[in-house]
């Protein structure tokens, strides 16, 4: 099992950044792939960008291709999310997630989750 935490979140201007943070417990971090996630008020969790255990393979929601950029550090047990040029829809609580299974964009196949960090964006 692992438990993840997220930080780094707040509030940013549009054409800002922020860079989140997801420390994760345990001793076998290496062995999970890793997702962000999103969720706007009264809008569905969407997918926003994971990365493979390895960090060779990434994939990213093309709303925040050329804008967001996922990293993990194994040794430190984290995973990063970079977001330059942040606009107002990027708005939302923003969630790491962890899966055991290879690199996935499906929301169902990650297995632990962490608590959430708020990303607000003014116009």
């Known amino acids: 099992q692992v438990q993840l935490v997220e930080s780094g979140g707040g509030l940013v201007q549009a054409g800002g950044s922020l860079r989140l943070s997801c420390a994760a417990s345990g001793r076998t971090f290496s062995s999970y792939s890793m997702g962000w996630f999103r969720q706007a008020p009264g809008k569905e969790r969407e997918f926003v960008a994971a990365i493979s255990r390895s960090g060779t393979t990434t994939y990213y929601a093309d709303s925040v291709k050329g804008r967001f950029t996922i990293s993990r550090d194994n040794a430190k047990n984290t995973v990063y999310l970079q977001m330059n040029s942040l606009k107002p829809e990027d708005t939302a609580v923003y969630y790491c997630?962890?899966?055991?299974?290879?690199?996935?964009?499906?929301?169902?196949?990650?297995?632990?989750w962490g608590q959430g960090t708020q990303v607000t964006v003014s116009s």
């Open positions: 997630a962890a899966s055991r299974t290879v690199v996935t964009t499906t929301i169902s196949r990650y297995d632990y």
